[in-house]
Nanobody
Framework: VQLVESGGGLVQPGGSLRLSCAAS????????MTWVRQTPGKGPEWVSS????????YYADSVKGRFTILRNNAENTLYLIMDRLKPEDTAVYYC???????????????WGQGTQVTVSS
C-alpha cells in the first residue's frame, strides 16, 4: 500500500484548500478510503470516508457542510476539498485505505505520510 498526500499549506481562516492522495500498490477502485487528521498532543481524528465506488460519503460533525470527499478511480486519486477553514482545522491530514468512523480508524500501516494544513491569519 502506497499513499502520497499533497496540497497542504498555510491558509487564512475562511479560505479553501484541496488535498490530493495518489494511491498505488492495491486495488484502489475496490477499496473504501478515509481521511484522518492529527494535531500534536492529540489522538488521530476521523474526518471523512468514501465508499469504493464513490456513491456513499461520510463526515465527522466537525467538518460536515464544509469538507467534501471525492475520488477518481480512473486516476487512483482521493481528494478532500476543504472550504470555510477554521483555525481548529489545523492538523496533519492523512489518507488511509479502508473505512473509518467516529470510533474507528483504518490500521496505521494503511496510512500515507501526511500533509500539513495550517489555518492562521
Amino acid at each position: 500500500v502506497q499513499l502520497v498526500e499533497s496540497g497542504g499549506g498555510l491558509v487564512q481562516p475562511g479560505g479553501s484548500l484541496r488535498l490530493s492522495c495518489a494511491a498505488s500498490g492495491f486495488p484502489f477502485g475496490y477499496s473504501n478510503m478515509t481521511w484522518v487528521r492529527q494535531t500534536p498532543g492529540k489522538g488521530p481524528e476521523w474526518v471523512s470516508s468514501i465508499s469504493h465506488g464513490g456513491a456513499y460519503t461520510y463526515y465527522a460533525d466537525s467538518v460536515k457542510g464544509r469538507f467534501t470527499i471525492l475520488r477518481n478511480n480512473a486516476e487512483n486519486t482521493l481528494y478532500l476539498i476543504m472550504d470555510r477553514l477554521k483555525p481548529e482545522d489545523t492538523a496533519v491530514y492523512y489518507c488511509a485505505r479502508g473505512r473509518g468512523s467516529k470510533g474507528y480508524l483504518p490500521p496505521r500501516d494503511y496510512w500515507g505520510q501526511g500533509t500539513q494544513v495550517t489555518v492562521s491569519s
